[in-house]
Nanobody
Framework: QVQLVESGGGLVQAGGSLRLSCAAS????????MGWYRQAPGPQRELVAA???????NYADFVKGRFTVSRDNAKNTVYLQMNSLKPEDTAVYYC????????????????WGQGTQVTVSS
């Protein structure tokens, strides 16, 4: 029913910037927390940044001071501004959201986007 669609990934040189967007589409839902995860080659997916509905944020240590997460509740969209990118930031970035269904009524549960590739060259 609800889908998360990421955009904004691509190829950038070290020191450059990218802005990722994730928009939720569908009907009759409410979004609570949203976040960004990333997965480099290998099995582990790690938290990058998260934001509550009222705007409280937290970041992984390896992106503090470089990345900024924000959201626009009217547009059901979360953003990740990535500055001073490093080759080690290369990964597939996934949007995550806790979403409650309103019609029919259902509890909050996690949704995941399909992922967007970010590649940082040296």
């Amino acid at each position: 029913q609800v889908q998360l669609v990421e955009s904004g990934g691509g190829l950038v040189q070290a020191g450059g910037s990218l802005r990722l967007s994730c928009a939720a589409s569908g009907t009759d839902f409410r979004i609570n927390n949203m976040g960004w995860y990333r997965q480099a080659p290998g099995p582990q997916r790690e938290l990058v940044a998260a934001i509550t509905r009222d705007g409280n944020t937290n970041y992984a240590d390896f992106v503090k001071g470089r990345f900024t997460v924000s959201r626009d509740n009217a547009k059901n969209t979360v953003y990740l501004q990535m500055n001073s990118l490093k080759p080690e930031d290369t990964a597939v970035y996934y949007c995550n959201a806790a979403i409650m269904g309103l019609r029919p009524l259902s509890p909050f549960r996690d949704y995941w986007g399909q992922g967007t590739q970010v590649t940082v060259s040296s």
